[in-house]
């Protein structure tokens, strides 16, 4: 094999490399564990109905299946990496590979006002067609996560923080739905981790009404905190100040 047959194969095992893990399987897997699975369970107390079951097994199976699958792409990437090195090429010689949402290069928060920054960020982010919205959010030192709306244990204090506030608008009809989106739920991280700082791109916009996700973070947030948060078309952030004392 010539010189030149070896840098072309090592390039398309290398294109190989960059498709491994594909990042819409993270999103499907924190949809079934985040949103339909425990809204599932929610509606079905009580239920004794054998369709209920049977979803509700079939989205554990696929939960299982994609972790497998994903596993699997680990092990690919590292039988691919070690192929690379028998043709000279080391680990750091490869082009990047896309990234999985969890190890996604740390990202400054002093750009979250970078309107090109953020149109980038929003590339990654799915479209919303209606039901859940998805948020890629930054920390202090820009670790990235995804959050998707949907209710879960952090929305459940992140419906207490409010109700228990005289800064939220108060109402008989029950727990605000608000506590569920991607806003609120970050927010209430952000309050538990003692994270001052923290920037959320959507793929929606901000509910709208008095009790809505600004009323919220703000209620959420102690007083010298603050969430960025960018919405489809906008060509500035909003700034959300906490208002709860420390």
């Not at 194969?9 to 699975?37: C, D, I, K, T, Y």
């Not at 590292?78 to 990234?99: C, D, F, I, K, W």
């Not at 007083?223 to 948060?229: K, P």
């Amino acid at each position: 094999m010539s010189e030149s047959d070896v840098e072309r194969l090592a390039n398309q095992v290398s294109g190989a490399l960059g498709q491994l893990p594909p990042e819409q399987l993270h999103r499907v897997r924190s949809w079934v564990e985040e949103f339909a699975l425990p809204t599932l369970a929610e509606i079905g107390q009580g239920s004794t109905s054998p369709d209920l079951t049977e979803a509700v097994t079939l989205l554990e199976q696929t939960r299982e299946l994609i972790d497998d699958v994903l596993a699997l792409s680990d092990t690919t990437r590292g039988h691919l990496v070690s192929y690379l090195a028998t043709l000279g090429m080391t680990g750091e010689q490869p082009p990047p590979s896309l990234p999985h949402p969890s190890t996604h290069p740390r990202i400054p928060t002093h750009t979250s006002h970078d309107h090109s920054w953020t149109e980038q960020v929003r590339q990654r982010l799915p479209e919303h067609t209606g039901g859940q919205t998805t948020g890629l959010t930054y920390d202090q030192d820009g670790t990235e996560l995804t959050e998707t709306s949907g209710r879960e244990e952090v929305s459940d204090r992140a419906r207490l923080t409010p109700h228990n506030s005289t800064l939220f608008p108060a109402d008989d009809r029950g727990a605000p739905a608000v506590s569920t989106h991607v806003e609120t739920k970050y927010a209430q991280r952000m309050r538990e981790r003692g994270q001052t700082h923290g920037v959320v791109v959507l793929n929606n916009r901000i509910c709208p009404g008095e009790q809505n996700c600004e009323a919220a973070v703000a209620a959420i947030l102690p007083q010298g905190s603050t969430l960025v948060v960018w919405q489809p078309g906008a060509s500035r952030p909003k700034e959300i100040h906490g208002k709860a004392r420390p």
